[in-house]
């Protein structure tokens, strides 16, 4: 899949349907209409929030993944950053790790710690 702001919306419509905020695997919020916008925020029990979203990897492409539906997820701008293109990675206190699914190609997000 070409990564355009049309598919970037069609993959938060297969993810999430037509609601207007989601969160990812983190529990980053986003916000549908902030696709690539870093600096978009709302403020929420008087803390500024980050909601902008873009796609994520989930196998890097540094790592051999690709540009295939099932290997892309939206995430916000943030936990994308941190996560880059390493297969295991520390968000907050939490580690997580890709992992591929057995018996599939396909690769996953687990949560280790």
């Keep these: 899949m070409k990564i355009t702001k049309k598919s970037a919306y069609e993959l938060w419509e ?3 349907g037509s609601v207007e905020y989601a969160e990812d695997f983190d529990g980053g919020l986003m916000y549908k209409h902030a696709y ?3 600096d978009y925020y709302e403020i929420r ?3 500024k929030i980050y909601c902008g979203w873009n796609i994520h990897h989930i196998l890097p492409k540094a790592c051999g993944g690709d540009n295939s539906i099932e290997n892309l997820i939206c995430t916000n701008i943030i936990t994308n950053e941190l996560a880059g293109d390493k297969i295991s990675y520390w968000i907050d206190d939490k580690l997580y790790q890709v992992k591929k699914i057995k018996g599939t190609h396909l690769y996953e997000i687990i949560r280790i710690k």
């Design 45 to 47: 029990n008087g803390q």
């Design 14 to 16: 297969s993810m999430f």
């Design 36 to 38: 690539g916008n870093s």
